[in-house]
């Protein structure tokens, strides 16, 4: 038996220290619990007083996750209107319709009780493919960087047909968002204008370091030939659907040109699904500090950006937000989930359990 | 001249005429082994290992990778990983190309002819003399000129050819001998050879030198192979006739069969699987694709213009597109990681102590490293008997001379003798007393076992005698007959010198009829001093009693009475008979003799033709039965094997009384069998009939209808039959057992029985049967044994393992594991091999999860981004998932993985049986593995998905862009990997603690690294996910959908697992319960909750047998049937 088998081995082992001294032993392997596999070691092992247990906890755990996030996502204002214009009837309908250039459409807007503070305003498009592969990798993060140069990545928008080097280069800079927002409160019949605080809507680091301009000043004569950086001692194209250059896109704000623009980075950051919302403004603190007070308000749009043609749809967003992000229910209600059925399941086991195990009481 | 385009038929060459031997443009003694310079080093390596299929997948992957219409991954995703294995590779044949060029070059010597110099080995050619010196390592195959010891003999170690270490002796021919080291006269010497064709047969050689017209015979005698080393002898001279890659050494080289194991054979036709999987998933893509560009793309191409307009071509670029990024579900660098583990495991048997024999200096050696796994798999074993099962030290016990039976149980004074060999212990003094009274029977029967053997004496003393013998058969013999006052002292070809008595007597010696295992018998033919002519004849006694005049009768029915009753104690028995020779007669046979020994053609065939003829009419002296005792452990051993539903097949030499008795005493065969069928049929049909007595009896049922099986699937089932029972075949009945009509029956007999004796079996009948069982059972078979005759059974098994023990190292060096002890098998084959075959299966389960996982979660997204080949992760991620992020932890789970510790193991045999059952890895376990993927993946990417869907930061900023959903899923997708890592893995050891760990810790240094500033402003187009961690990783929801995914995850395995550990526990569920119960009630005495995760303390491994565990021990039966 296994006993009479281990002396055998005892034996060995002590017919070498009889013999003593290492030379004669001289292939003896090493006697380390590595070597001889005997590493300490916890050894888990799935037994019922872990595993029922741990799944009532965390059911239980879960279920609290759930119903907090739950409630707070519950607790998150959100107003969503569509102003696509593909239906007669809409407000933007004629716009959708006609190829206007910043042909302008309103949008009312109700709203029943306050709209708690900080307000997010957010653009929002559907059927959208910015995660599509191509399009994805047609941008040049060197020029984004300063240096002006388009590369082969952002064909066929590298440059125009006069070999003139596009820049911002790309189908994402090309396909920039360029309908534009303007919010007014109806007080008393009257409209006032709500003021919106675009600073500081890209990420920090984009603004700070990903993307950086020219270092000409003014930024306009990086553009115009005058930099001596540039290969081509030619005149910079704008991407072919802008309307206007990239040091002109915030004319108010000379710091919000060029590549640091704040509504091109925003736009820049591709979305991951095929609907996606960016960030357009925040509703200025200063003048609401509590947030949208109940009233009417009215939207107008510029209405530049044509989806109709792949079936997008475009809409506008208000939002406030939590300690969770944006609202989205989901994640509560799949906590919920998972917790209850961690102790539904937890049930189901202690009855197998107590079955298989104690089958002499039944 | 004569140029041989095809091969050789006969070999002639003329000493010192390099211009004829060089017309037959023999090989040179320059082997090339190295196989790389300096410079052509890079482009050879190369292309050789572009050869192997994974690096030319590789290479098709980065050249579809360098289309830019297909890219859809950068290329270093490919290079770095491809870079990686060249490296190590190219790394490791080099150094081995440094070791084999290192040889060629060193050694120098001495070349015979008109003017001395000295030439390196390499530039040796055939029909050169050379001189060699003491210690000098013989590297071409030489026929011996002359010699400095008398005789022209010379002493050679064998130990690198065939492992043995005791000295052997060549003599040279007296014609060549008188050559001596006089250089002119060998110069001059232009003796002609002709001999057999190079040939890998290391223990024979025909061949015939001419010298001055007349003919000498050549044989074994006379050559120095390739690989012995001179030793005793101060210088002796050769010629050479076999020159490098001719050697015999050489020819034996690389003619082994490469052993794959049956995961290797399962993993290749995963590998198709995965591959046609693979295509299939593509097409699905590429089809998706062409629906995408044909209803949506083409409204999109206002932002995204096409570079081509047909939906179709675009489908095909995704199709390959799509190759790229899904090709991580072909396992290429599985094979990497399966071959270090297979090292790692070999090397832990190299270092177990508890297979390391202290009495020989021994450790259990691991000699091929692609087997391990199958080691915990096996359900046959094949075993050797003498040396084996046994000791192989003999003992001389017992014998009978002229019908009269000595020893019974006194011990026995030798003083009488000055020459006695002091250890040497017999136990019956009437014997001592016969010989004393010049009974001539009993001197006869001595001075036959002193005189008819090959043993060498060495006297280094007066008085001091060591006899080297080849067989520990032969020692005992004749270390009985010195005891007994028959000293052997010394030998020379041509006579015996013994010690009779006291008085010297030296006999010539005039032909010995050597031994083999055809014949199983030896004769000396020598005239005694006083001139007489006699034949001594030792043999198996079967053997012999064919060949006794018909006087013998009745002394042949007294022996076979005593020799029953030794064999039924388990004696090894030999016969022993000697006539006197007519020397008219002897005249005209010697002649003959010389002329068969002379023959080129069938000189064997002649030789056992004159064997036969003089060896008959002899007279029956008596027989000795020598004892082997059985190694320790070997009972125990065999017990827990078949406990582990192991089938133990004996194959033996031995007669079936003493086989039947060794497999009592080792408890193969049982008391309490129900019964033990002995086959013993001299006829076809005889034999036929009792194999189908044996099954009806078995199993009624199963008897008559006999085994039709298909042609395609020749798999013969296992049959349940209730009831222990034994099978003992005999030799002859096993050759028509063996038969291609009788095959089937006779194996599926067999395989009903719990044991199996094979007697009288031939080397080549032992590699017959366990070939027989590979053809027709699915089943892993295993061989072990320790001498030559084993080699041809060893390496016929899917695994060999060699007993270093008494016989030589021939079947180690054929063997893929060795050891000293049988006992060490049951450590093998129930700790190692279980630990190997679990550990690899976890760890390949856990590889195709782990890759398949990652994998599919880019098919989810395919739906989501158009078909465009667009990746979920970071390029950095993909490069470093299986180099650098789960490459460590599943290493160290398949290197310390053990689900029950080694004692454990062997107290529960039967958690062996999952392996042979093949449970742990299958096609049916890779199959639910892919659907634990799919599920695994869908909740990778849809819990992600759906948590971000419109979603946004705690500041209102974008949080669903591309990036930060890349970070967010390939942060879950290492959690729940890591997580579900940590359920495989049943022994946290601190190292795969720290692997674990270390490898998520180094997944978030890397990807803050990748991500910073510094980087970007390095390489901007490089690392463009600039920030992404830390706006990411900051955020609460974030980290909620990682913690929800993993445990999503994990918690239908974990459901699953218990559940089944309920409903239906297996074997390893049984014994961790145990063990867990066990120790609970070890430590924490009184303690309620028998849930608690467990330390494995030193304690519990020093004292973990309980009585309620202890195996009782079977009382081993010591008598006969």
């Known amino acids: ?362 | 001249m004569v140029v041989l385009f095809f091969s050789e038929l006969e070999r002639k060459l003329r000493a010192n005429d390099r211009e004829y031997n060089l017309s037959f443009k023999y090989a040179t003694n320059a082997i090339k082994t190295s196989k790389y310079n300096l410079f052509t080093f890079l482009p050879l390596n190369l292309f050789e290992q572009f050869q192997r299929i994974a690096n030319a997948y590789f290479l098709f992957l980065l050249v579809l990778q360098v289309i830019p219409q297909i890219s859809s991954l950068s290329w270093f995703t490919t290079v770095v990983p491809l870079i990686l294995v060249l490296t190590v590779t190219a790394a490791k044949d080099a150094t081995d190309d440094i070791v084999s060029t290192f040889e060629n070059v060193f050694f120098s010597l001495f070349i015979v002819n008109k003017r001395d110099r000295t030439e390196k080995w390499m530039n040796v050619q055939v029909g050169d003399i050379i001189k060699l010196e003491n210690n000098q390592f013989v590297t071409a195959d030489l026929m011996l000129l002359s010699s400095s010891e008398p005789l022209n003999l010379v002493y050679i170690e064998t130990a690198e050819l065939d492992g043995e270490t005791n000295l052997k002796v060549r003599q040279a021919l007296p014609v060549t001998g008188d050559l001596g080291d006089d250089i002119e006269k060998l110069a001059d010497f232009n003796g002609e050879v002709r001999c057999e064709p190079p040939n890998n047969r290391l223990d024979r050689f025909k061949g015939v030198l001419t010298f001055a017209g007349q003919k000498y015979s050549l044989d074994n005698e006379k050559i120095l192979l390739r690989g012995c080393t001179l030793r005793n002898t101060e210088w002796c001279f050769g010629l050479v006739l076999f020159g490098g890659p001719e050697t015999k050494l050489m020819q034996n080289c690389g003619k082994s069969t490469f052993k794959r194991t049956s995961i290797d054979r399962l993993m290749n036709i995963l590998v198709i699987f995965i591959f046609g999987f693979l295509a299939f998933m593509c097409s699905v893509l590429a089809i998706g694709n062409y629906m995408w560009e044909k209803n949506e793309g083409s409204q999109f191409t206002v932002f995204l213009p096409r570079l081509q307009d047909n939906p179709a071509f675009s489908s095909f670029l995704t199709f390959w597109s799509y190759v790229i990024i899904l090709n991580t579900v072909v396992p290429i660098s599985l094979y990497v990681s399966v071959e270090i583990i297979r090292l790692g495991n070999s090397f832990y048997i190299d270092w177990d102590r508890k297979m390391y024999f202290a009495r020989s200096d021994t450790p259990a050696e691991a000699r091929t490293t692609t087997l391990n796994e199958e080691l915990g798999q096996i359900k046959y074993v094949f075993s050797d008997k003498t040396g084996t099962l046994t000791q192989n030290i003999m003992i001389f016990n017992k014998c009978t001379i002229n019908g009269k039976c000595y020893g019974k149980i006194y011990t026995v004074d030798f003083s009488f003798n000055p020459l006695a060999d002091t250890r040497f212990v017999f136990h019956d003094h009437a014997l001592v007393e016969a010989v004393k009274l010049e009974n001539p029977e009993v001197h006869t029967f001595f001075r036959l076992l002193a005189l008819c053997h090959t043993v060498m004496a060495e006297e280094k003393k007066e008085g001091e005698l060591f006899y080297q013998a080849q067989s520990p058969d032969e020692g005992a013999l004749v270390t009985a007959a010195r005891n007994f006052g028959f000293v052997f002292r010394s030998r020379t070809p041509d006579s015996i010198s013994i010690v009779e008595m006291g008085k010297q007597h030296s006999y010539e010696l005039l032909a010995i009829l050597d031994f083999n295992n055809v014949r199983k018998r030896m004769s000396v033919i020598v005239r005694s001093p006083e001139g007489k002519l006699s034949l001594y004849c030792k043999g198996a006694d079967t053997i012999i009693y064919e060949r006794l005049h018909q006087s013998c009768s009745k002394l042949m029915d007294v022996t076979t009475e005593h020799l029953n009753e030794f064999a039924g104690d388990g004696l090894r028995t030999l016969a022993l008979a000697y006539k006197d020779l007519d020397e008219e007669y002897f005249n005209q046979w010697i002649q003959r003799h010389h002329e068969a020994n002379t023959a080129l053609e069938d000189r064997e065939g002649k030789l056992d033709e004159l064997y036969e003829e003089i060896e008959k009419d002899l007279l029956l002296l008596g027989a000795t039965a020598i004892e082997d005792k059985l190694q320790d452990g070997v009972p125990q051993t065999i017990e827990q094997l078949s406990k582990a539903d192991i089938k133990i097949w004996v194959l033996t030499g031995d007669k079936q009384e003493t086989a039947e008795n060794i497999g009592y005493s080792c408890n193969l065969l049982r008391e309490e069998m129900n019964d033990v069928f002995i086959i013993s049929g001299n006829s076809l049909e005889d034999v036929r009939q009792e194999l189908r007595n044996a099954r009806t009896s078995m199993k009624p049922d199963a008897a008559e209808n006999s085994v039709f099986l298909p042609e395609m699937d020749k798999v013969v089932t296992d049959e349940v039959v209730s009831g222990e029972y034994g099978l003992v075949i005999n030799g002859h009945s096993l050759a028509y057992a063996l038969e291609h009509s009788l095959e089937l029956e006779f194996l599926r007999t067999a395989c009903m029985c719990k044991a199996v004796i094979c007697c009288r079996v031939t080397p080549l009948q032992k590699a017959q049967v366990v070939e027989l069982v590979k053809k027709y059972k699915k089943a892993v078979t295993l061989a072990i044994g320790d001498g030559a005759n084993d080699v041809s059974m060893i390496k016929a098994a899917h695994i060999g393992v060699g007993i270093s023990g008494q016989e030589g190292m021939q079947a180690v060096l054929s063997s893929d594991y060795s050891f000293a002890q049988f006992r060490f098998l049951q450590r093998l084959l129930l700790v190692h091999g279980r630990w190997s075959y679990l550990r690899m299966c976890k760890f390949l389960r856990y590889f195709f999860y782990k890759n398949f996982t990652f994998t599919f979660v880019h098919f989810w997204f395919a739906f989501f981004c158009g078909f465009s080949a667009q990746t979920v992760y970071d390029e950095w991620f993909i490069t470093l998932y299986n180099l650098m992020y789960t490459a460590l932890p599943v290493l160290g789970m398949s290197l310390f993985d053990q689900d029950v510790n080694d004692v454990w193991s062997f107290q529960h045999p039967q958690l062996y049986v999952p392996g042979q059952l093949n449970l742990y890895f299958s096609k049916k376990s890779f199959f639910k593995c892919a659907l634990h993927s799919c599920y695994s993946s869908l909740v990778l990417f849809f819990i992600p998905y759906a948590a971000m869907y419109d979603t946004v930061r705690d500041d209102g900023k974008d949080i669903a862009d591309y990036q930060s959903f890349a970070l967010l899923t390939q942060t879950c997708l290492l959690f729940a990997v890591s997580i579900q890592l940590g359920f495989e893995m049943s022994y946290w050891t601190a190292v795969t603690i720290f692997f674990v760990l270390g490898s998520l810790a180094m997944y978030f240094a890397v990807t803050f690294t990748m991500y910073s500033n510094g980087m970007f402003t390095i390489l901007p187009s490089a690392f463009p996910f600039i920030g992404t961690a830390r706006n990411t990783l900051s955020q609460p929801n974030v980290w909620l959908t990682i913690f929800l995914t993993s445990i999503l995850c994990v918690l239908p395995v974990v459901t699953c697992r218990f559940l089944m550990m309920q409903l239906c526990p297996t074997i390893n569920d049984k014994v961790s319960e145990e063990m867990l119960l066990l120790f609970v009630l070890d430590v924490f005495k009184p303690v309620e909750t028998r849930g608690k995760i467990i330390l494995q303390s030193r304690s519990l491994q020093s004292n973990p047998v309980t009585s309620s565990f202890r195996i009782n021990a079977d009382i081993i039966p010591k008598d006969g049937p």
């Open chain 1, 1 to 362: 038996d296994v006993k009479s088998y281990r002396k055998v081995q005892e034996d060995d082992d002590a017919d070498g220290a009889r013999v003593g001294g290492n030379e004669k032993f001289t292939n003896r392997p090493d006697n380390t619990a590595f070597t001889q596999q005997r590493l300490p070691a916890w050894q888990p092992i799935l037994s019922a007083g872990i595993v029922i247990p741990g799944f009532v906890l965390i059911g239980l755990a879960f279920i609290g996750v759930g119903v907090a996030l739950f409630v707070t996502s519950r607790s998150i204002q959100v107003l969503e209107r569509d102003y696509t214009g593909d239906e007669s009837g809409t407000p933007c309908a004629s716009c959708a319709n006609s190829n206007v250039q910043n042909c302008i459409c309103t949008l009312n807007i109700t709203v029943e009780t306050l709209f708690k503070g900080p307000v997010f305003f957010y653009y929002g498009l559907s059927n959208y493919f910015q995660n599509y592969r191509r399009y994805g990798t047609s941008k040049d993060d060197n020029q984004l960087y300063g240096v002006l140069n388009p590369s082969d990545n952002c064909a066929p928008y590298a440059y125009n047909s006069n070999n003139q080097p596009i820049v911002p280069c790309g189908s994402i800079a090309n396909s920039m968002f360029n309908d534009t927002f303007k919010l007014y409160q109806t007080v008393n019949g009257t409209r006032q204008e709500v003021s919106l605080d675009g600073k500081g809507i890209a990420w920090w680091t984009d603004y700070n370091i990903k993307y950086r301009n020219p270092t000409n000043n003014p930024l306009k004569d990086a553009f115009n030939g005058s930099n001596s950086g540039l290969f081509y001692r030619n005149f910079l194209i704008n991407p072919i659907y802008w309307s206007k250059p990239a040091y002109e896109l915030d004319t108010s704000d000379p710091s919000n040109n060029g590549f640091v623009n704040q509504d091109f980075l925003v736009w820049m950051r591709r979305a991951a699904l095929p609907d996606f919302r960016k960030l357009y403004r925040r509703i200025s603190q200063d003048k609401y500090p509590d947030g949208l007070p109940a009233g009417n308000y009215s939207l107008e749009i510029t209405y530049n950006y044509r989806v109709y043609r792949f079936s997008g749809k475009k809409k506008v967003v208000f939002s406030n937000v939590s300690w969770m992000g944006g609202k989205n229910e989901f994640l509560g209600i799949a906590y919920l989930v998972v917790g209850s059925m961690c102790v539904f399941m937890s049930i189901v086991m202690l009855i197998v359990y107590a079955k298989f195990k104690f089958p002499d009481e039944e």
